[in-house]
């Protein structure tokens, strides 16, 4: 414990200072002149004061004053000397900022005690902020981890979807980079962005709604069995809703809104143009075109070229325009996706995770 001690009295300082030497872990630093030490304590730290009222230069009170002002020593324990007994030189010390005040003549056990309790109340601060400091650290970590949770239960989420779902995992990892380049492109905030990136492989989550005599139908669908497949929208709806995560509310509205078309035409509520949560709208766009450049059971994958011809031609009915000219505008990184990410890989991940036997 740093004291600093503040008399111009060069007998009193001796006193202070001797007396001071005699408590535990109390390290007295003598200043007769209160500038020298102002100056002194604006460089170093200070646990404790111990100043004298009455002083040629500055007095104790504006002594305290300025030394409030120093940065991070508002909180440090100030104890006053006095021989002065006016009341009211007391109570403007102990207004700005004095912890305690003593009377003089210095009585040796008084002070002792003063000063033990300045020193507890310094150890107290120390160890508060010790604690705030670990804590607000704790709270970092404990948040990082929630997000890394909440990323790993969402590719835990997909990959339940992938075991019943035909589509493949680099569907879902293409799909999701084609949205996150068209917001990017889009000028949305880095974090929106980041929040399609992850939501969009839930788009199809509601598909493990639907019986696989359909989900898995090698050929076309009948009008009744597309009817049902149409419910994997609002089933993906219900699986995702209601959570306090706000990119799972993201995700639920891409579940529920990426079969929306910009004319009304789509399903399942017919919502037109700026009705389309936008995140949905993006995500239309990634997920026909993979789906069109990709193989399914019910069909070949087409050509890059034809597929990005279907989108122009569907700009405006289908597709919002904007979100259309933004995926156009990165059809050179469109084209890098889809060759980082081939199909072939996929399946044999995907055989791999069937395979898989639980100990
Ligand atoms: P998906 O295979 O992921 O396809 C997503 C969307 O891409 C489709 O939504 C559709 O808008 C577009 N799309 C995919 N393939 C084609 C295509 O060959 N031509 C055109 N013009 N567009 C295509 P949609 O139509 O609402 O279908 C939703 C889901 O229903 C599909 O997801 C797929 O799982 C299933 N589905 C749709 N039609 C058939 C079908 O004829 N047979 C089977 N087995 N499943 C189908
Ligand atoms: C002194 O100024 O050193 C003695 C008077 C006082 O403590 O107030
Ligand atoms: C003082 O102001 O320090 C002394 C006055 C008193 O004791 O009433
Ligand atoms: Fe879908
Ligand atoms: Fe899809």
């Known amino acids: 414990m740093r004291i600093v001690i503040v008399d111009d009295n060069i007998v009193n300082l001796e006193l202070v200072t001797h007396l001071a030497r005699k408590v535990d872990d109390c390290e007295p630093i003598p200043f007769q002149n209160p500038l020298a030490a102002l100056l002194w304590c604006t460089e170093n730290d200070?646990?404790?004061?111990?100043?004298?009222f009455m002083m040629?230069?500055?007095?104790?009170?504006?002594?305290?004053?300025?030394?409030?002002?120093?940065p991070d020593k508002a909180d440090t324990p100030i104890l006053m000397l006095t021989s002065d007994h006016d009341r009211e030189t007391r109570y403007e010390a102990l207004r700005c900022g004095a912890n305690d005040i003593l009377q003089r003549?210095?009585?040796?056990?008084?002070?002792?005690?003063?000063?033990?309790?300045?020193?507890?109340?310094?150890?107290?601060?120390?160890?508060?902020?010790?604690?705030?400091?670990?804590?607000?650290?704790?709270?970092?970590?404990?948040?990082?981890?929630?997000?890394?949770?909440?990323?790993?239960?969402i590719t835990r989420l997909s990959r339940a979807a992938e075991f019943r779902d035909p589509?493949?995992?680099?569907?879902?990892?293409r799909m999701a980079r084609y949205s996150h380049l068209i917001a990017v492109q889009m000028g949305l905030p880095k974090g929106q962005c980041d929040l399609i990136l992850k939501a969009a492989p839930m788009h199809d989550i509601g598909k493990v709604a639907i019986p696989d005599s359909?989900?898995?139908?090698?050929g076309k669908l009948t009008a009744e069995e597309f009817e049902i497949m149409k419910g994997h929208a609002e089933a993906g709806y219900r699986i995702l809703r209601g959570s306090a995560s706000q990119m799972l509310r993201i995700a639920a509205g891409i579940a529920r809104s990426h079969h929306e078309k910009h004319d009304g035409s789509g399903y399942p509520l017919g919502l037109s143009s700026g009705m389309i949560p936008l995140p949905a709208r993006i995500v239309a766009i990634a997920d026909v075109f993979d789906a069109l450049t990709s193989a399914r059971a019910y069909k070949d994958g087409w050509p890059i070229e034809q597929a990005l011809h279907f989108l122009a031609a569907s700009?405006?009915?289908?597709?919002?325009?904007?979100?259309?000219?933004?995926?156009?505008?990165?059809?050179?990184?469109?084209r890098a996706i889809h060759a980082a990410f081939p199909g072939a890989e996929e399946s044999e991940a995907r055989s791999h995770d069937l395979q898989y036997v639980p100990a």
């Not at 359909?214 to 090698?218: A, E, G, R, S």
């Not at 405006?316 to 990165?330: E, K, L, Q, Y």
């Open 315 to 334: 700009s405006g009915t289908h597709f919002d325009p904007i979100c259309v000219s933004a995926f156009m505008a990165r059809v050179d990184e469109v």
């Open 56 to 70: 040629p230069e500055i007095d104790g009170i504006a002594f305290i004053r300025g030394f409030r002002e120093l």
């Open 214 to 218: 359909i989900l898995l139908k090698p």
């Open 46 to 52: 200070v646990d404790v004061v111990i100043v004298d």
């Open 167 to 173: 589509e493949t995992g680099a569907h879902i990892l």
């Open 105 to 153: 003549p210095v009585d040796a056990i008084e002070f002792w005690a003063r000063l033990k309790n300045m020193t507890a109340l310094r150890r107290s601060q120390q160890l508060l902020a010790d604690r705030a400091a670990h804590l607000a650290l704790e709270v970092a970590k404990a948040t990082k981890e929630i997000a890394q949770r909440e990323d790993e239960m």
